[in-house]
């Protein structure tokens, strides 16, 4: 609910700076703003954490999806994407204007939530494909040793959503610390 009333602000907003059509107030979003964008992209992945655990709840797929892969990808999707990627947006405003310095890097600042976003939907898709297949969430050894051949593809473009989301992850971290020692002080 708290998500749709977001939206629902973001569409009025857009609706006063003149968008028309369903959809018209997406384009007047402001897409290169770093914490619009993040907000923007972690209720999208809010929304597909969500829908992934009311899936997870149906008894019928709830016995294709119970402890497997599935349940890690549904809550990566409500915590990782929604709820960190928005803080780490309101920290796009907060930082500077609590520390009173300028973000070391807009650029960085700029592509880091679509690289997080992009990355951990790679990692929440292939998390679910592998969990229909019925990759565990627990394994007793690291080998693999009975892993069907069908788990292969997505396990391996699970571990590239995860590379871009860490990458994503660490041009944040990095763009926060060096807005701290070395961003432009004003007033």
Excluded: C
């Amino acid at each position: 609910m708290h998500g749709l009333a977001i939206l629902g602000a973001v569409e009025v907003a857009g609706r006063k700076l003149g968008a028309k059509g369903r959809f018209g107030f997406f384009k007047t979003i402001p897409w290169s703003e770093p914490g619009m964008a993040a907000l923007m992209v972690s209720m999208a992945l809010f929304a597909l954490g969500g829908w992934s655990g009311t899936v997870a709840t149906t008894a019928q797929l709830n016995m294709l999806t119970h402890n497997n892969i599935w349940v890690p990808a549904h809550l990566h999707g409500v915590v990782v994407g929604g709820m960190t990627l928005s803080f780490m947006g309101l920290s796009y405003y907060l930082v500077p204007l609590l520390a009173r310095r300028q973000l070391f890097s807009q650029v960085m600042a700029r592509v880091q939530p679509y690289l997080y976003g992009v990355g951990l939907f790679i990692m929440m898709v292939t998390m679910n494909w592998a969990g229909f297949l019925g990759v565990p969430r627990r394994a007793p050894d690291i080998t693999y040793a009975g892993a069907s051949p069908d788990w292969f593809l997505p396990m391996n473009l699970l571990g590239i959503g995860i590379a871009l989301a860490v990458l994503g992850g660490l041009f944040y971290v990095l763009n926060m610390v060096l807005t701290l020692v070395h961003g432009k002080k004003f007033q």
